[in-house]
C-alpha cells in the first residue's frame, strides 16, 4: 500500500496499491491510522459493488439511514430517478442536491450528526461535479487567541429546514431526508475530535441562531466564519473518475458538491457512518423558528445558493 499525501493542502492523501475489498487487519489498521491523520482518504479505481462499499463502510461504525427506503449500506447521491430521467429544479430530489453544494458537515441537524462518510463514483456528467473538501483543523489553527476563545464560548443551532431555505428551497416534515421534527440540536461552534483531541471549527451551512447573540450578528459570524476558514491551502477539489472511493471525516472535515449541468445524471454512492453518541449526540430544542426559514415568492430568487 502507497500513501501519498495531497500536494499544496493541508490534509488529504491518495492511497495506493490496496483492494478495499480485500482488506487484511493489518492493512485496515494502517488505513484507519492514515484517516485520522489526513482527514479525507482518496481510493482510485476500486470499482467497489454495493456489498463491497457497505462492507467497508461497517468497518468503521454502524451506518447511518438516510431515508426509510434505505436497504442496506449505501444510497444514491443522483439526480437520476428511478425511471432514468433527471430530476428537475420543482422537484425535491434537485433541491436537496443543490442545497448541498453550500459547506457542510453531514447530519449534524440530527441530534446524532454523523462522524464518518463515503462517496464512489458511479455515473458522472461530461463536467463539473466534483467534491471539494476543508480541513476545519488547520482553520481553527489559525484563528488569534483571542478569536479561538471567543468560539469556545459560541454554540449554535443547526437545521436542514434553515441551509435549504438559504438555498431558496421550502420543505416540510414531510420530506423524509432527515428533516428535523424533534427540535434543533445545539451544537459547539468548535469541536475537539473524540480520537485525536485536536479542535476544529464545526458549523456549516446548517449552522444559525447563536444563542445571546442578535439575529444578524449570528449570521454575519458564521458566514464569515466559515468563508475565511474555507480558503487554500485548507481546501481540495477532487476531480472524481468513475470507480473512485473517497472517505472522509465528518469530525474535522466540510465538504460540499461542485455545480454541473442538471441535464445530465450524475449518480455518486453514499455511506455514512453514525457519530458516537458521547461525541456526536446534541440536545435538541423547540424549532420555533422553522416557519420563518421558508422564502416566501418574492425573495426567493434572492436566496438561491451562489453556485461557487
Given at each position: 500500500?502507497?500513501?501519498?499525501?495531497?500536494?499544496?493542502?493541508?490534509?488529504?492523501?491518495?492511497?495506493?496499491?490496496?483492494?478495499?475489498?480485500?482488506?487484511?487487519?493489518?492493512?485496515?489498521?494502517?488505513?484507519?491510522?492514515?484517516?485520522?491523520?489526513?482527514?479525507?482518504?482518496?481510493?482510485?479505481?476500486?470499482?467497489?459493488?454495493?456489498?463491497?462499499?457497505?462492507?467497508?463502510?461497517?468497518?468503521?461504525?454502524?451506518?447511518?439511514?438516510?431515508?426509510?427506503?434505505?436497504?442496506?449500506?449505501?444510497?444514491?447521491?443522483?439526480?437520476?430517478?428511478?425511471?432514468?430521467?433527471?430530476?428537475?429544479?420543482?422537484?425535491?430530489?434537485?433541491?436537496?442536491?443543490?442545497?448541498?453544494?453550500?459547506?457542510?458537515?453531514?447530519?449534524?441537524?440530527?441530534?446524532?450528526?454523523?462522524?464518518?462518510?463515503?462517496?464512489?463514483?458511479?455515473?458522472?456528467?461530461?463536467?463539473?461535479?466534483?467534491?471539494?473538501?476543508?480541513?476545519?483543523?488547520?482553520?481553527?489553527?489559525?484563528?488569534?487567541?483571542?478569536?479561538?476563545?471567543?468560539?469556545?464560548?459560541?454554540?449554535?443551532?443547526?437545521?436542514?429546514?434553515?441551509?435549504?431555505?438559504?438555498?431558496?428551497?421550502?420543505?416540510?416534515?414531510?420530506?423524509?431526508?432527515?428533516?428535523?421534527?424533534?427540535?434543533?440540536?445545539?451544537?459547539?461552534?468548535?469541536?475537539?475530535?473524540?480520537?485525536?483531541?485536536?479542535?476544529?471549527?464545526?458549523?456549516?451551512?446548517?449552522?444559525?441562531?447563536?444563542?445571546?447573540?442578535?439575529?444578524?450578528?449570528?449570521?454575519?459570524?458564521?458566514?464569515?466564519?466559515?468563508?475565511?476558514?474555507?480558503?487554500?491551502?485548507?481546501?481540495?477539489?477532487?476531480?472524481?473518475?468513475?470507480?473512485?472511493?473517497?472517505v472522509w471525516d465528518n469530525r474535522c472535515m466540510m465538504h460540499r458538491a461542485c455545480p454541473y449541468d442538471p441535464q445530465h445524471p450524475r449518480e455518486l454512492r453514499g455511506s455514512r457512518i453514525s457519530g458516537d453518541p458521547a461525541s456526536e449526540l446534541a440536545p435538541?430544542?423547540?424549532?420555533?423558528?422553522?416557519?420563518?426559514?421558508?422564502?416566501?415568492?418574492?425573495?426567493?430568487?434572492?436566496?438561491?445558493?451562489?453556485?461557487?
Amino acid at each position: 500500500m502507497i500513501i501519498e499525501p495531497v500536494a499544496n493542502t493541508t490534509f488529504g492523501a491518495v492511497v495506493m496499491e490496496v483492494s478495499l475489498k480485500n482488506l487484511d487487519d493489518a492493512t485496515w489498521t494502517a488505513i484507519y491510522t492514515a484517516f485520522l491523520g489526513y482527514g479525507v482518504l482518496i481510493f482510485p479505481e476500486q470499482h467497489l459493488t454495493s456489498d463491497e462499499q457497505g462492507a467497508f463502510a461497517r468497518r468503521f461504525g454502524e451506518t447511518e439511514k438516510l431515508s426509510p427506503k434505505q436497504r442496506g449500506d449505501t444510497i444514491p447521491i443522483s439526480n437520476k430517478k428511478p425511471d432514468g430521467t433527471v430530476a428537475t429544479p420543482e422537484e425535491y430530489q434537485y433541491q436537496i442536491l443543490k442545497g448541498n453544494e453550500g459547506w457542510h458537515t453531514d447530519s449534524t441537524y440530527m441530534p446524532l450528526a454523523s462522524k464518518v462518510a463515503m462517496l464512489s463514483a458511479v455515473t458522472l456528467p461530461p463536467a463539473g461535479g466534483e467534491t471539494e473538501f476543508a480541513d476545519m483543523r488547520a482553520a481553527w489553527d489559525e484563528l488569534d487567541t483571542e478569536t479561538q476563545a471567543q468560539l469556545e464560548t459560541l454554540s449554535a443551532y443547526h437545521s436542514l429546514y434553515y441551509s435549504q431555505a438559504q438555498a431558496g428551497f421550502e420543505h416540510t416534515t414531510d420530506n423524509l431526508y432527515g428533516l428535523h421534527n424533534k427540535g434543533a440540536p445545539l451544537r459547539p461552534i468548535i469541536k475537539t475530535h473524540p480520537e485525536t483531541g485536536r479542535k476544529s471549527i464545526y458549523t456549516g451551512r446548517h449552522a444559525y441562531g447563536i444563542p445571546g447573540m442578535d439575529e444578524a450578528d449570528s449570521a454575519a459570524l458564521l458566514h464569515n466564519l466559515l468563508a475565511e476558514a474555507c480558503q487554500p491551502p485548507r481546501i481540495y477539489k477532487h476531480g472524481w473518475q468513475v470507480g473512485d472511493l473517497v472517505v472522509w471525516d465528518n469530525r474535522c472535515m466540510m465538504h460540499r458538491a461542485c455545480p454541473y449541468d442538471p441535464q445530465h445524471p450524475r449518480e455518486l454512492r453514499g455511506s455514512r457512518i453514525s457519530g458516537d453518541p458521547a461525541s456526536e449526540l446534541a440536545p435538541t430544542y423547540p424549532d420555533e423558528r422553522a416557519d420563518t426559514f421558508a422564502p416566501s415568492q418574492s425573495n426567493a430568487s434572492d436566496l438561491t445558493a451562489d453556485p461557487a
